[in-house]
């Protein structure tokens, strides 16, 4: 091998959320670290997002806010909701959140002691704790006792994501975390034993090997950024839907572990979103298919409704509501379409283009369910519930090829709970590591995603890289 142009202990590729967690846990085990970031500057996706923390097991906010949660409860909730196959990493998070949250606030993330106990996609507000999963939904409710545990950062000034941010990367500059911004990784380098042993970057536009005695740390967030990936793994995105994260979330990493025999898993996991509400009124309304048809609990978190939605025939949807409930929905980015009022159910099936009969049978089944407070189809709880029997009545297009379903993919680099990159026998490879969006999520597609559960998890399992990485 040809001579190295540095040599450190631990590179973190990325100075995202993931990123900006591992270098502060090895820098504070002792070694020498260095972050490489692709950008002119830090925060990634994570400090544009809305910086929601799924996290709990009975934080401080969880308390102060009267709810009782503990580490078994989480865990039951995200095995119940959650496909991942691996049981140690979902125990390793619910098990560690509650101190992770104090963790998050002693870095000066900020989060207050209040709460919001209505529907709601994020908060505009300084206040902390939602509801933003499927924890109240059927079956999940009966699996685990439902208790928020969206933990918004501070969002009342700027976003709650670039608070969060602005905290975390104050903290790297000032405990000296070494970063060289507009350094791309383009290879990681291999022994003969296939051992990651540094990484070649593009800085200033000149090429530059630097060594890794102890491991690399790939954060290099998700792939929602390219077309071409998107286009093989995720075909049922529509042509309006639209990519949320930085440019630079290009998949880099995903190449770069592959390059390395790492594994990726959940590569058609993704989470994309249009939500009905806010107003929360709107969920009383029902949502149908093409033929009249429900699908899905209209009271399910957002991310799960579209999984839905995106797996009907045509991927037509049509939120229907009545004169009492009526609003337009709020969610600007979706640009739902108000279609028509009608008078009748059956002008509406008609309008609609609907076989006949059908929505009129959905209507009264869901009509006479309603006024029992039992639905006894999708299991919509009985807050949502009300017949739709005042005329007139109204149908948005929440289609997916007609709304704007904004989306985030979820799969990646394939992890165990140590963060360490797994290869195809499932075996980790030495000397790297991965976390935060570039590797798969825990939950494996919208319909098991909650909000939270890209930040909470990409920053704990950040952590558990740094100090792994620091360790060997
Ligand atoms: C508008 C919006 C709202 C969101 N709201 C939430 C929310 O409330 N809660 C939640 O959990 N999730 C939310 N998400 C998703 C979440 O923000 C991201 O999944 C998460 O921030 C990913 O963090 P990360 O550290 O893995 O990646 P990022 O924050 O994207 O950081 C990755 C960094 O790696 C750098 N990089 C890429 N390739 C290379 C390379 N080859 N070499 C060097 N550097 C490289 C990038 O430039 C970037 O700075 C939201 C996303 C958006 C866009």
């Keep these: 091998m040809s001579e190295w142009d540095r040599t450190v202990d631990v590179i973190v590729?990325?100075?995202?959320?993931?990123?900006?967690?591992?270098?502060?846990?090895?820098?504070r085990a002792g070694v020498e670290v260095l972050v490489l970031e692709r950008a002119s500057g830090g925060g990634g996706a994570s400090?544009?997002?809305?910086?929601?923390?799924?996290?709990g097991g009975g934080t401080d906010v969880q308390q102060a806010c009267g709810y009782e949660d503990s580490p078994q409860n989480m865990y039951d909730f995200l095995r119940a909701s959650t496909s991942h196959p691996d049981d140690?990493?979902?125990?390793?998070?619910?098990?560690?959140a509650r101190e992770h949250f104090d963790?998050?606030?002693?870095?000066?993330?900020?989060?207050?002691r209040t709460g919001f106990s209505g529907k709601a996609v994020y908060l505009q507000t300084a206040d902390c704790l939602l509801t933003t999963g499927n924890e109240k939904i059927w079956p999940f409710k009966d699996m685990a006792k439902p208790v928020p545990r969206g933990h918004q950062a501070r969002s009342d000034e700027v976003n709650g994501g670039l608070s969060a941010m602005r905290a975390l990367l104050a903290r790297c500059e000032d405990e000296g975390v070494e970063t060289v911004y507009n350094a791309a990784v383009t290879k990681l380098e291999t022994d003969g034993t296939g051992r990651v042993v540094g990484v070649v970057a593009r800085i200033d536009n000149a090429e530059q090997r630097i060594a890794a005695r102890r491991g690399v740390i790939v954060a290099t967030g998700s792939f929602t950024n390219n077309a071409d990936l998107v286009r093989k793994w995720l075909p049922l995105l529509s042509d309006t839907s639209s990519p949320l994260g930085v440019p630079s979330n290009d998949g880099a990493g995903l190449g770069l572990v592959e390059d390395a025999h790492g594994q990726l898993a959940a590569m058609s996991g993704v989470i994309a979103t249009a939500s009905i509400y806010p107003p929360e009124g709107l969920v009383k309304g029902i949502v149908v298919n093409s033929k009249g048809e429900r699908f899905v609990a209209e009271d399910s978190y957002h991310g799960r409704l579209a999984g839905f939605i995106m797996e009907q025939p045509d991927q037509k949807a049509y939120l229907i509501v009545d004169s009492e409930i009526f609003a337009y929905p709020e969610a600007e980015s979706a640009k739902h379409t108000l279609i028509d009022g009608y008078e009748t159910v059956t002008e509406m099936a008609q309008g609609l283009g609907m076989p006949a009969g059908t929505l009129e049978r959905t209507m009264e089944t869901y009509n006479r369910d309603a006024q029992n407070g039992e639905d006894t189809q999708f299991h919509k709880q009985p807050p949502w519930l009300k017949p739709l029997d005042k005329a007139p009545y109204a149908a948005f297009d929440i289609s997916f090829d007609r709304s704007i379903y904004n989306y985030i993919t979820l799969g990646g680099i394939d992890t165990d709970s140590h963060s360490r990159v797994l290869d195809a026998a499932g075996k980790p490879i030495s000397g790297l590591y991965a976390a935060g969006a570039c590797a798969a999520h825990i939950p494996r597609d919208g319909k098991e995603y909650a909000s939270g559960l890209s930040l909470g998890p990409g920053s704990f399992f950040g952590r558990v890289a740094g100090r792994e990485a620091a360790a060997a």
Excluded: M
């Design 13 to 27: 590729v990325g100075q995202g959320i993931a990123g900006s967690c591992a270098a502060l846990e090895a820098k």
């Design 47 to 55: 400090a544009l997002s809305q910086g929601i923390f799924y996290l």
């Design 103 to 112: 963790w998050l606030e002693k870095q000066g993330v900020p989060f207050t």
């Design 88 to 96: 140690e990493v979902i125990r390793t998070f619910a098990e560690g």
